[in-house]
């Protein structure tokens, strides 16, 4: 899915339709549609990183083709107007590790073949 169609799926309310005149109101509106974009695809991705490194630590082999035809713009698990829970909104959350244990060199991806 491409992100322009991933972010017209975002956008509710008006059909994403911008009805204000005012360019100032514009701007936020653009700004805070990309915010949430934004936050949903982080939280997507970070996602991914948790399966891909559960499938890691039962010896899957992770490949680069594999990680090249995953998409960060899924759309079929988020509930745009479904309940969402803010009582662990005070909590904070662990550090963020974005290294994944994968070597992707070219030599490596050609061995692992």
């Not at 949903?40 to 083709?65: P, Q």
Request: proline content about 4%.
């Amino acid at each position: 899915m491409s992100y322009n169609r991933f972010s017209s799926w975002c956008r509710f309310g008006n059909h994403g339709v911008i009805a204000a005149n005012d360019p100032d109101e514009q701007e936020k509106i653009l700004k805070f549609s990309t915010l949430l974009n934004n936050a949903v695809i982080f939280h997507t991705t970070l996602d991914m990183m948790m399966v891909i490194r559960e499938l890691i630590a039962e010896d899957w082999t992770i490949t680069s083709e594999d990680l090249a035809v995953l998409s960060p713009y899924l759309t079929a698990r988020i509930q745009r107007f479904g309940e969402y829970a803010t009582d662990e909104i005070t909590l904070t959350p662990e550090p963020f590790d974005a290294h994944l244990e994968l070597d992707l060199t070219p030599a490596a991806a050609g061995a692992a073949t």
